[in-house]
């Protein structure tokens, strides 16, 4: 498969096309960005590091019954993904209160609700990335009613997924994002990064953050932390 011309620049990844019309190649930057622009930074071997763990958890979501558009990971830096449409909204998935829901609502971020939450937000930086429900998503044409449930199932499977990958390797996964997209043949895939970048992830033994609040709050030691989830996860899943 060759590499071909840029066709996408975002905040942490850029997409190229390949000469295959069904495959991108998808390569991790070491930029981080935080509070829309507002903050950034280059954490050295970020890429390295977030391809490595964003393959290995994609490959086994993949081995479990989920389909997702990683295809393999191809060098240090780079995935071959599939082409699929991306469907423009996240769904966050919460299992423990923290970030914006914490701070929206006046609930002490580590309370543990008793349901797990999903929240979808549009994906449009000028309008903040507003929080959406189901209604909206079906009257702004982004997904049918079917499709929302579809995605809450798949992302509740990936929760119980991860939890367990990630409680094996001392792990407690607090909140994460996906995205979705629909290939040629109309299946809703997984469709994105899977890294601390975009997840929260506390020590269990410590309580200590190991995700990308590290660089949001200043908290110190990123690349140390990323380095350190990415060896107990590969090590994990014996890669
Ligand atoms: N998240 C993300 N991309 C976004 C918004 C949120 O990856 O554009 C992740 C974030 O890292 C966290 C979870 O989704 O793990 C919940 O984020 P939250 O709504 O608390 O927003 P935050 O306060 O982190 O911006």
Redesign the pocket.
């Given at each position: 498969m060759k590499q071909l011309e840029l066709l996408y620049e975002g905040k942490s990844k850029l997409i190229y096309a390949t000469d295959c019309s069904e495959r991108v190649v998808v390569r991790f930057k070491d930029d981080a960005t935080a509070f829309y622009n507002i903050k950034r930074a280059k954490i050295e071997n970020k890429g390295k590091m977030n391809c490595a763990i964003s393959s290995n958890i994609l490959a086994f979501l993949e081995a479990n019954g989920i389909n997702t558009h990683f295809v393999e990971q191809i060098d240090e830096t780079s995935q071959l993904c599939r082409v699929v449409e991306h469907l423009p909204f996240?769904v966050?998935v919460?299992n423990v209160i923290?970030?914006?829901?914490?701070?929206r609502l006046g609930i002490d971020e580590g309370v543990v609700p008793e349901n797990t939450i999903f929240?979808l937000?549009l994906?449009d930086e000028e309008l903040g990335?507003p929080l959406i429900n189901d209604h909206h998503a079906v009257a702004l044409g982004l997904a049918t009613y079917e499709e929302l449930v579809k995605i809450y199932e798949i992302s509740a499977r990936v929760n119980t997924l991860l939890t367990e990958l990630y409680a094996g390797v001392g792990i407690r996964l607090?909140?994460?994002?996906v995205e979705f997209g629909r290939s040629s043949d109309g299946e809703l895939v997984l469709a994105d990064e899977l890294t601390p970048?975009?997840?929260?992830i506390w020590d269990i033994e410590t309580g200590e953050c190991m995700?990308?609040?590290r660089f949001?709050r200043d908290l110190g030691r990123v690349r140390e932390t990323y380095q350190e989830v990415a060896s107990r996860l590969c090590n994990a899943l014996n890669k």
């Open positions: 996240e966050i919460r923290a970030g914006s829901m914490a701070k929240d937000c994906k990335d607090v909140d994460f994002k970048d975009t997840c929260r995700d990308k609040d949001r």
